[in-house]
C-alpha cells in the first residue's frame, strides 16, 4: 500500500501512543463501584464470612504459627475477596463485548493490551480494598493475632497474589457471554476457594480429596500466603501450582483476546 | 447516462493520480478503494467495489439492508480486511488512519457502556486519543449538555445516538463515518440530528454515511453511491442519480407471452402476469418501440415511477442486464 508523506502525523502528548491514561482506570473503578452485586459479594460477604468463622470460640484462639486460628481465617476471607474482586473485573469484559464497547474501543487508538491492563489495574484497585476492609474488620474484632509484619506482608502478598485471578477473570470474560459469567465466577470460585483450604483446613479432608485438592488453582496461592503465619515447611509444589496455573490463565485469556481482537 | 461515464473517467483519473504519484502540498483522498472484494465463506459481501471520496465531501452510501454497506464502513475502519483490493484512509492503511485520530465512525447500535453518565463517556473517550476537543464541546455541538449526568443506560435511543456522535467529534477526525446514524429515531430527532451533522460539514469535515433511506440521501450528501449486493450501481450527484433511476414503467397486454423470449428481445427483465407483461426500464420508447413492432403486444401503457420505486428498481434484484452500463459507469471495474 501506498503511503505517501503527508502531512498528517500524530498530535504529541504524554499518552499519545494508546497507552494506559490513569483517568481511564479511576473511571473503570467507578463502573465496577456502581456495580452493587459486585460491591456486596467482593466488600460485604468476604468481611462477613471472616465474622462467621474467624470469631468461633472453639477454635479461634487456638495456636498457628506464629499467630492463632483467627488470624488464619483472616487471611483466608482477605483472599477469597480478593480472588472475587479481581476475577469480577476481568470478567467484565464479557458485558463489554456484548455491549460491543470492545468495538467501540477499536476505532480508537487504545492499543489492545492497553485494555487488557486498564482491566487488570482496575481490579487490582477493587481487590486492594476488598482485602484492606477484611483486615480493618478483623483488626476491629481484636481476635486476630499475629505479629505486626506477618498483618503487613500477608496482606500484600494477598493482594499481589490475587492478580493470578484478573487473568482467570478475562478468561472466563472472554469465554463465556455476558448474561450468566457472573453466576458462573461466583459457583466456580467458591468450588477453587473449597478446594485451595480456605473455607476447610486441606487436613479435615477425606486422603483422596486432599491430593486432588492440591491441583486446583487456589491451594498453592493460599499455602503462599499463610506461609508467613504458619511457618510451615516450604513446598515447590506450592510455587508449581501457581506458577502452572498462571500458565494455563493467561494462556487461555491470550488465546481469547486474540481471537477477539484480529481483524476478520 | 454519459455523465456516469464521464464521472467514473474523472474518478479513475482521479485514482491514478492518488495511487501513484502523490500530488506535492495535496491531500490523497479520504477514502480510497480499489476493487475491494470480501468475503464471508462463500457470501460475497463486497464485490469489486472502487471508490475515491476527496477531502471534504459529503458522501451518501444507500442501498438496500445486506447490500455491503456495514462491511464496506468496517472495512475503511480497519476493523474488516478486504479479501482482496486495497483500502486507504488519507494514503494510509486505516488501522493507523485510526490510531492517529483522523477517522471516527458513528457506528451501528450498541458500543456504549450502561453503567457510565453521558459525561463520563465522552470523558472516558477522550483519554483514549492523543489529543481531543473539549468534551463540553462537543456535548454542546451534538445537543446533550442537558444529559451530562445521566446514566447511558437511562437515556432514549435518540439521546444515545446523539452521545455517539460526541464521541466520533472528540478526536475532530478529518473523516468521520456514519453508520445508518439515524435507524430508530424519530422525524423530530432525526432532523435535529442532521441539522447537526449539516453544521459539521460545512466545516469542512469529510462525511460517508451509510443510509437506507433515500430522502436522507436526497437531503444531506453531496454525492450518492449506490450500492446493490456489493456492487456499485451508480455514483454521482442527488440529481444524477435520480435522473437516472427515474425509469418508467412499460405495460402491454401480450397473450401466451414467453418471458425468456421477451427479455432477450428486449434486452431487459421482463414481467409476466397472465396476459399483461411489465417492464421497468429507463429506455421506455425502445421498449415501447420493440413491442410494438416486434411483437403481438397491444393496450401499451407508459407510466413515470416515483423516486422510491426507482430505488428499489435500482436496487432490485434481477436487473443484472439493463445496469450492466450503469454498473461499469460507477467505477466498479
Redesign the interface.
Known amino acids: 500500500?501506498?503511503?505517501?508523506?503527508?502531512?498528517?502525523?500524530?498530535?504529541?502528548?504524554r499518552?499519545?501512543r494508546?497507552g494506559v491514561?490513569p483517568?481511564?482506570v479511576c473511571?473503570e473503578v467507578?463502573?465496577l463501584v456502581?456495580?452493587r452485586r459486585t460491591l456486596l459479594f467482593t466488600m460485604v460477604v468476604p468481611a462477613m464470612f471472616y465474622l462467621i468463622f474467624g470469631l468461633n470460640s472453639s477454635y479461634a484462639a487456638n495456636r498457628d504459627g506464629s499467630g492463632n486460628v483467627s488470624a488464619s481465617v483472616l487471611i483466608s476471607m482477605a483472599l477469597y475477596g480478593a480472588v472475587l474482586a479481581t476475577t469480577s473485573g476481568g470478567a467484565m469484559v464479557s458485558i463489554?463485548r456484548a455491549?460491543?464497547?470492545s468495538?467501540?474501543?477499536?476505532?480508537?487508538?487504545?492499543r489492545p493490551a492497553a485494555y487488557v491492563a486498564i482491566k487488570m489495574a482496575s481490579s487490582m484497585v477493587l481487590g486492594a480494598a476488598s482485602v484492606a476492609i477484611v483486615y480493618v474488620v478483623a483488626a476491629g474484632t481484636g481476635k486476630p493475632s499475629m505479629p505486626a509484619w506477618v498483618w503487613v506482608v500477608t496482606a500484600v502478598l494477598v493482594w499481589a497474589g490475587s492478580l493470578l485471578f484478573a487473568a482467570f477473570g478475562l478468561f472466563v470474560g472472554y469465554l463465556l457471554p455476558s448474561e450468566n459469567v457472573m453466576q458462573v465466577i461466583g459457583f466456580v470460585l467458591m468450588l477453587f476457594s473449597f478446594g485451595g483450604g480456605l473455607f476447610i483446613p486441606l487436613s479435615q479432608f477425606a486422603p483422596a480429596l486432599r491430593t486432588l485438592a492440591r491441583f486446583t488453582p487456589l491451594y498453592g496461592l493460599n499455602e503462599l500466603v499463610h506461609d508467613p503465619l504458619t511457618r510451615s515447611p516450604f513446598s515447590w509444589t506450592w510455587v508449581a501450582n501457581l506458577v502452572v496455573w498462571l500458565a494455563v490463565f493467561t494462556a487461555g485469556a491470550v488465546w481469547r483476546f486474540r481471537r477477539d481482537t484480529a481483524?476478520? | 447516462m454519459a455523465r456516469f461515464v464521464d464521472r467514473a473517467a474523472r474518478a479513475r483519473v482521479r485514482g491514478a493520480v492518488t495511487s501513484s504519484t502523490p500530488v506535492p502540498g495535496g491531500c490523497p483522498p479520504a477514502v480510497e478503494l480499489r476493487d475491494v472484494h470480501k468475503h464471508f465463506g462463500q457470501v460475497a459481501a463486497v464485490a469489486g467495489v472502487s471508490l475515491d471520496v476527496q477531502p471534504g465531501e459529503v458522501v451518501a452510501y444507500l442501498g438496500p439492508n445486506g447490500a455491503g454497506k456495514t462491511t464496506t464502513i468496517d472495512m475503511i475502519l480497519g476493523l474488516a480486511r478486504p479479501s482482496s483490493g486495497t483500502v486507504a484512509v488519507f494514503g494510509l492503511d486505516p488501522t493507523v488512519a485510526v490510531r492517529r485520530g483522523l477517522v471516527s465512525a458513528l457506528m451501528q447500535g450498541g458500543g456504549l457502556l450502561k453503567d457510565l453518565t453521558v459525561a463520563e463517556t465522552l470523558q472516558y473517550t477522550s483519554h483514549l486519543f492523543p489529543s481531543t476537543r473539549p468534551v463540553a464541546e462537543v456535548m454542546q455541538r451534538a445537543g446533550i449538555v442537558a444529559i451530562a449526568d445521566r446514566r447511558v443506560g437511562r437515556c432514549s435511543g435518540g439521546e444515545q445516538q446523539r452521545l455517539r456522535f460526541a464521541m466520533a467529534l472528540l478526536p475532530d477526525p478529518k473523516l468521520l463515518l456514519l453508520d445508518e446514524p439515524t435507524q430508530g429515531m424519530d422525524v423530530e430527532a432525526r432532523r435535529g440530528f442532521w441539522a447537526a451533522i449539516r453544521q459539521d460539514a460545512s466545516a469542512g469535515r469529510t462525511i460517508v454515511f451509510a443510509t437506507h433511506y433515500l430522502e436522507e440521501a436526497d437531503a444531506y450528501a453531496d454525492r450518492i453511491v449506490l450500492l446493490r449486493k456489493g456492487r456499485i450501481v451508480a455514483d454521482g450527484t442527488a440529481a444524477e442519480v435520480k435522473a437516472m433511476a427515474a425509469g418508467r414503467t412499460v405495460r402491454a397486454t401480450l397473450p401466451g407471452a414467453d418471458r425468456a423470449e421477451l427479455t432477450r428481445l428486449l434486452g431487459t427483465d421482463v414481467e409476466v402476469r397472465g396476459d399483461t407483461i411489465i417492464v421497468h426500464t429507463p429506455n421506455a420508447d425502445d421498449v415501447a418501440r420493440k413491442l410494438l413492432n416486434e411483437t403481438a403486444a397491444f393496450d401499451l401503457e407508459i407510466t413515470a415511477r416515483g423516486l422510491e420505486d426507482a430505488f428499489v428498481a435500482l436496487t432490485a434484484e434481477p436487473t443484472d442486464l439493463p445496469l450492466a452500463d450503469v454498473t461499469y459507469g460507477g467505477g466498479a471495474q
Open positions: 500500500m501506498n503511503t505517501p508523506a503527508v502531512q498528517l502525523e500524530p498530535a504529541g502528548s499518552w499519545a494508546g491514561h483517568a481511564l473511571l467507578r463502573r456502581r456495580n463489554e455491549a460491543g464497547w468495538r467501540q474501543l477499536r476505532i480508537t487508538p487504545l481483524r476478520v
